[in-house]
């Protein structure tokens, strides 16, 4: 374990100037307040906020940082209190480490609810201080370095939230280092199999080249040198994650990729930069489509850098990237780079931080998710806004707009301003008409068509690919329907609270909104009308001593009450949840839908059907009941002028009892006696029940044959293709949707 004077040996070789009491005190006060605790690992706790100290130095952090990394457990593991740290320390410290410090003591129904709030405490801490992302940062690093050490569920847990908020906020802020080992370390815990599948073949190939980055590096350094620039040159070899996440986006194997080596040429200036460029197009030649100018068009988090790819030495595909060391330093450390606090003689002082784009587009973020969301919607956004691919279009009037990957115009729209979005109707990119659903490429320049009579529809939420997008679409969704729920969720509460016993009334539900995660007696009603609050869980909020009725009690009372469930017909013991958000809504429970009821008939899609594992989406034709179509089928397309049709629809199979469901595939095969009989035995092997069949003749050499099937499930449909495919007399199979 670090001693005390080490911490502050390695404080003072980046800051000559710091306050070694200051690191003293905090030292000393950690230790004590953290006493005989210990870590899964059986190390002294104190151990994890050195370490976690120890990281920051390595980011050359001032002093206020370092002594919230040693306190930041605290408040939240041990008897100290935020008063007696900002008596200690001071109110600037002390607030670093209060925002550190998670919501223990909030009572609320749903784990995922609490989550939520608690990463929303995090995100407001950050937009107040910056300091506290670094410290978070940090600290997630080092309890990911010593995952071996806790409950196997646990593990999988925190690796997979470490990828999917941590390691795209460490990359949003620019810290490139910290985001992939954060990857790094999820990755291996997450599929341990493919982790070392990875690594051994890359030692396999790092034996079998020999020193291939040393020769490159040095090539292209001797190279520079020829042509009077001065460059440092830096190879490694591409991390196990990247590779994995390169190979499953292309769809290609190891063997395949071309690209393990990257380098970075660091010279003196924005014009050597360039020049630096032009030396390496003219030395070796350019792979066409890889090159990307990121000096003239950063990137959100505040990257600059110029990209290119070439054959170069050895006739290696080598990715380069060329800049300046202060790009160097920004590319590296990020929004740490931003975050030292030096006044005019060099000793900490104000904050540099608000310099940082990646900051401002933070703090913009945590605005928009803060409007109107519940905490399951706010984590669900906050997820998708941290994904940091990006392509940059523009406005007819030059202003750049950065999106991320297959975003659609309709994201476009409302990234200009939410009643863009609102209002939008159509669109031109470069100048031609196109649908709001097209996938827009770096450069596009996009003009957005609007009507005032125009509401979007709610089945943009499922194409959108922006959590601002998403929670806009939601929100006017929301407000046409918010009242006939809440209408309904208060009919329904008014019932419950009546067979529980217990007096109903707004006052009432009032007092029991905290631990419902809701700040309006409307919302709680509107939630249960969606069926995101059981009424159970309602009545224990309000009256917190009651027990709930054993569920064979109750089961007639919820049935003869109609809360929400309608049945597919057809003989499968299949029912759906409705919730108003679709798929994307998390632990809702069945909804009612005006209109509906246990004798309307459902049916599915004609032309492939759908399975459980489909996102899903239910068509209302009035007089003739609801269809249901999987969410990519080309038949949805006759609908899209008439969203006041479209219901979102999931699965919810708990109570299904080998039921099959209807899948269409289209097989391309050898015309040869026999193969007809491999495709059937091997749908039989595989539990496949065979409903229909049609054969087509493409060629004399080729024969199509169009499946219908009844299957399990998606899983289920998915091993038979697989096991089709794995026939050598099989050319092709896909699956069939309208």
């Known amino acids: 374990m670090m001693r005390q004077y080490e911490l502050v040996e390695r404080v003072r070789r980046y800051n000559p100037n710091t306050d070694e009491a200051l690191l003293d005190r905090a030292y000393v006060y950690a230790m004590r307040a953290h006493g005989t605790q210990v870590r899964a690992s059986g190390d002294p706790y104190f151990s994890h906020p050195l370490e976690v100290a120890a990281i920051l130095t390595d980011l050359k952090l001032d002093d206020a940082t370092i002594v919230a990394a040693l306190l930041h457990d605290t408040i939240e593991d041990t008897g100290a209190t935020k008063a007696e740290i900002e008596r200690l320390f001071g109110a600037q410290i002390a607030q670093l480490v209060e925002g550190l410090t998670k919501i223990k003591k909030l009572d609320l129904v749903s784990k995922q609810a609490k989550q939520a709030e608690n990463l929303r405490k995090l995100l407001l801490a950050i937009a107040d201080d910056v300091r506290v992302l670094l410290v978070k940062l940090a600290d997630r690093l080092h309890n990911m370095r010593t995952l071996k050490y806790v409950p196997q569920e646990k593990r999988d847990r925190v690796a997979q939230e470490t990828l999917d908020i941590y390691a795209p906020l460490a990359a949003r802020m620019g810290m490139q280092d910290m985001r992939e080992e954060l990857e790094d370390l999820s990755f291996r815990q997450l599929m341990p199999e493919a982790y070392a599948s990875i690594t051994s073949r890359v030692e396999e190939l790092r034996e079998r080249n020999g020193p291939l980055v040393q020769e490159i590096e040095r090539e292209l350094r001797e190279e520079l040198e020829r042509r009077d620039m001065k460059a440092e040159v830096k190879g490694r070899e591409k991390r196990p994650h990247s590779i994995w996440g390169k190979m499953e986006r292309k769809a290609i194997s190891f063997e395949q990729l071309s690209d393990l080596y990257g380098f970075r040429v660091i010279v003196s200036s924005v014009e050597d930069c360039y020049r630096a460029l032009g030396l390496v197009h003219t030395k070796w030649p350019i792979v066409p ?275 929400g469930w309608f049945e597919l017909k057809k003989g499968h013991n299949l029912k759906f949840k409705i919730p108003e958000g679709g798929e994307e809504a998390s632990t809702a429970a069945a909804i009612p839908i005006r209109g509906i009821n246990s004798d309307l008939p459902v049916r599915f899609a004609p032309e492939g059907g759908a399975v459980p594992g489909d996102r899903i989406v239910g068509i209302l034709a009035p007089g003739e009941g609801i269809t249901i179509y999987p969410i990519q089928s080309r038949a949805l397309q006759h609908f899209e002028d008439a969203p006041e049709r479209w219901l979102d629809v999931r699965w919810d199979v708990d109570e299904l009892s080998d039921g099959r469901f209807p899948a269409r595939i289209l097989v391309t095969a050898l015309n040869e006696p026999g193969t007809l009989g491999q495709v059937a035995t091997v749908i039989g092997e595989r539990n496949g029940n065979i409903q229909g069949l049609e054969m087509r003749s493409r060629s004399p050499d080729f024969t199509e044959m169009v499946i219908d099937l009844e299957v399990f499930d998606l899983r289920h449909l998915n091993s038979i293709l697989t096991d089709l495919r794995a026939r050598p007399v099989i050319s092709s199979v896909e699956r069939v949707n309208g």
Request: aromatic residues 8%; hydrophobic residues 40%; contains cysteine.
């Open 289 to 563: 489509g890889r090159f990307k100018d990121y000096i003239s068009t950063p990137k959100p988090n505040d990257y600059r850098s110029l990209h290119t790819t070439v054959i170069g030495p050895r006739r290696q595909r080598v990715e380069l990237q060329i800049r300046t060391r202060d790009m160097d330093e920004i590319a590296e450390y990020g929004i740490a780079a931003h975050a030292l606090y030096k006044d005019d003689s060099g000793a900490p002082g104000v904050m540099l931080s608000n310099e940082s784009r990646a900051y401002a587009w933070l703090r913009k973020t945590i605005e928009n998710l803060a409007q109107g969301l519940s905490p399951e919607e706010f984590l669900e956004h906050t997820k998708l806004e941290l994904f940091h691919d990006q392509v940059f279009c523009f406005t007819p009037k030059g202003r750049l707009i950065a999106l991320p990957r297959k975003a659609t115009p309709i994201d476009f729209a409302y990234a200009v301003h939410t009643d863009v979005g609102n209002t939008a109707v159509g669109c031109k990119i470069n100048g031609n008409i196109a649908p709001l659903v097209s996938e827009l490429k770096n450069g596009d320049e996009v003009e957005i068509i609007t009507s005032k009579a125009q509401t979007p529809p709610g089945a943009w939420e499922t194409i959108a690919v922006t959590g601002k997008a998403r929670a806009a679409v939601r929100r006017a969704t929301r407000t046409a329907v918010r009242a006939q729920y809440a209408g309904l969720g208060r009919k329904i509460a008014e019932r419950a609270f009546a067979r529980a016993g217990k007096a109903f009334s707004d006052e009432a539900v009032a007092k029991g909104m905290p631990r419902l995660a809701r700040t309006a007696v409307e919302d709680v009603f509107a939630a249960v009308g969606r069926g995101e609050i059981k009424t159970d869980d309602l009545i224990r909020a309000v009256y917190p001593e009651w027990i709930a009725q054993r569920p064979e009690e109750r089961a007639a009372g919820s049935r003869a009450h109609g809360e």
